[in-house]
């Protein structure tokens, strides 16, 4: 079955202090994989994707994912972390041939000044 | 760019009462997807159109929900009758194509409330 697991419920970390998300999937195919935030009261905004090439994606706002196939993992990172950042962060994969977003059950950042 | 269109943007209605909720799309885009967000279950597809046609609508509920596309810049989710568990917040998506590795561009969302 293809699935997406995002193993915290929450993060915790300091302004300034490198940041990871963790996320990690199971598909059959090639896989395509997505970050999108959820600021509160508002929809899901895409942050960055993973379709082939550099196994390391630059997104907005600073952010990066590394994709690691071995490892069927695709976590987010910031090298430094703002208050701004506090947010819902949810791990999203396609794969070929299917139509459908399969997406985690969300990591909530939070920053602490 | 105005974005994906939701209205309204928030609705309370008593069980039993019709809700219809409403999308824009981006203009362009050939692809709209119906998802609702609760804390229990998360993000869930309902239903996922292409071109105007309905692809997969394995994920509505029951048949009290129901969704169409007239038209490539318009689609409409209804719940009738609508029932205290279907309290939720209700996004509209629009992706360029089918293919899949594009993005999804979300709307700000319809958040109901069924007493």
């Known amino acids: 079955a293809q699935s997406v697991a995002q193993p915290e419920d929450q993060v915790n970390v300091a302004e300034g202090n490198p940041l990871t998300v963790k996320c990690t999937y199971s598909?059959?195919?090639?896989?395509?994989l997505f970050w999108y935030v959820q600021y509160p009261n508002r929809g899901l905004q895409f942050l960055l994707k993973y379709i082939t090439g550099d196994n390391l994606v630059k997104g907005s706002y600073g952010f990066e994912a590394e994709f690691n196939k071995s490892q069927t993992s695709f976590h987010l990172k910031k090298p430094s972390a703002l208050v701004s950042d506090s947010a819902l962060y949810f791990c999203a994969v396609t794969y070929t041939g299917g139509f459908k977003t399969i997406f985690g059950a969300g990591t909530r950042l939070f920053v602490k000044a | 760019d105005a974005g994906v269109i939701q209205s309204p943007r928030h609705e309370v209605t008593e069980m039993g009462q019709e809700v219809t909720l409403r999308c824009k799309p981006i203009?362009?885009?050939?692809?709209l997807f119906w998802y609702r967000q609760t804390m229990m279950r998360g993000l869930e597809l309902l239903i996922y159109f292409n071109n105007n046609v309905p692809i997969d609508d394995s994920g509505m509920p029951e048949d009290r929900f129901s969704a169409k596309m007239p038209n490539a810049s318009f689609s409409t989710l209804k719940i009738q009758p609508s029932e205290p568990r279907d309290s939720a917040v209700y996004f509209c998506?629009?992706?360029?194509?089918?293919?899949?590795?594009?993005?999804?561009?979300f709307g700000p969302g319809t958040r109901l409330t069924v007493l």
């Open positions: 598909v059959s195919g090639n896989p395509y």
């Open positions: 998506a629009s992706s360029p194509d089918s293919r899949e590795f594009n993005e999804q561009f």
């Open positions: 203009s362009g885009h050939n692809s």
